[in-house]
């Protein structure tokens, strides 16, 4: 999905004739005063997602070529509404306002609508009740038998987020924490939508899939370390398991991986289609002052559930899925996504799965 990165790449691409309708874009001159047609016009993008320009004329040959700057003020709000109070369910909208240097009150306005896990959304303002998709030249009415190859997608959708979180824990690399002595912490992220073409995206944007794997590198390497443990900063080097997995695992830094302690094992996984793994076997740590074991769940509950990146190896799920997963260049505009994690200490388990839009 296209993504302006400024007014001056945005105005170069219409006039430069970049731009074309089709089924995941289309541009207008300005907002429709019908509430029901700009339902529609949101409705309809939701199916597969696209971005809907504003501020934007057609030419002679019905082709989105001319500029035209319109008032700003009070644009997103009324889409918004639309949105919320016309669609059921309301779908999710992303702004992005592009200003003119001259004027801040003119310019244009594009409205980014991820493929929805929710489709298909029913117009229902004006007793319209139907449900919309788009083709290369507009809206267009679903027919019955694809609401309901979406209804059936949503079901699909609504998986045992209970049963995604013990795949996780037996995917443990060292099988179960040691009672009283050790912890573990277990998590994952993992598209609403799953996306095969996520890594090949990815790669192109990068240059190449060494290129990728540097910017994945530095996502992680800006997760400070802590003062104790293993951190991920010290792994140099993403390696191919099998054929769609990249890992960092600090097995590869020894010569015999069966004899790393379990306090210093890590295994970070990153599918191509945007699943991610994590593993830390140092989830509980000695305290010097009463030579006793105590669990820093908390610490990693804060940072599986945030999304912000926190110190400590926790923070490598939400940076790899930020720097690939939720990148929009990337994931078509699906940055939703699920997410889960498990602190278990001996036969104590802590936290629980999440589910994050």
């Not at 037996?170 to 996306?195: H, K, M, N």
């Not at 095969?196 to 990815?202: F, G, H, K, V």
């Not at 926190?310 to 690939?324: I, K, N």
Request: aromatic share 8%; glycine share 10%; with cysteine.
């Amino acid at each position: 999905m296209w993504q302006p990165k400024s007014i001056e790449e945005f105005e170069s691409a219409v006039t430069a004739g970049v731009l074309e309708e089709r089924h995941d874009f289309d541009a207008k001159r300005q907002l429709p005063k019908s509430g029901k047609e700009l339902a529609k016009d949101i409705a309809a993008m939701t199916t597969d997602g696209g971005c809907l320009v504003y501020g934007v004329g057609e030419d002679n040959n019905g082709q989105p070529r001319l500029l035209a700057p319109f008032q700003l003020a009070n644009a997103a709000e009324r889409i918004d509404q639309v949105a919320q109070h016309s669609i059921s369910p309301h779908p999710r909208i992303d702004f992005i306002p592009l200003r003119c240097a001259d004027d801040p009150a003119l310019g244009y306005l594009v409205a980014m609508i991820p493929p929805s896990v929710l489709a298909p959304h029913q117009v229902t303002v004006g007793n319209d009740r139907r449900f919309y998709g788009r083709c290369d030249t507009g809206n267009r009415r679903l027919s019955e038998a694809e609401v309901e190859r979406l209804y059936e997608r949503r079901q699909r959708q609504h998986v045992d987020r209970e049963e995604l979180l013990a795949e996780c824990i037996r995917a443990s690399p060292i099988g179960q924490p040691t009672s009283g002595e050790q912890g573990f912490l277990q998590a994952f992220v993992q598209p609403a939508i799953r996306d095969d073409d996520l890594w090949d995206r990815a790669v192109a944007s990068c240059g190449d899939e060494r290129q990728l794997l540097d910017h994945l590198r530095s996502a992680v390497d800006s997760i400070p370390p802590r003062q104790w443990g293993m951190n991920l900063s010290k792994i140099l080097n993403w390696r191919q398991r099998g054929a769609d997995k990249w890992s960092l695992n600090t097995g590869s830094l020894v010569s015999d991986p069966s004899a790393i302690e379990p306090d210093d094992e890590i295994v970070a996984d990153l599918s191509m289609d945007g699943r991610c793994f994590f593993f830390y076997g140092g989830a509980a740590v000695n305290n010097d002052r009463n030579n006793a074991r105590r669990p820093i769940f908390t610490l990693y509950e804060r940072g599986i559930r945030q999304s912000r990146a926190v110190p400590g190896p926790g923070g490598f799920l939400l940076q790899s899925w930020r720097a690939v997963g939720s990148n929009p260049r990337w994931n078509g505009g699906n940055g939703d996504s699920r997410r889960g994690f498990s602190a278990l200490h001996g036969r104590h388990q802590h936290g629980g799965p999440t589910v994050r839009r």
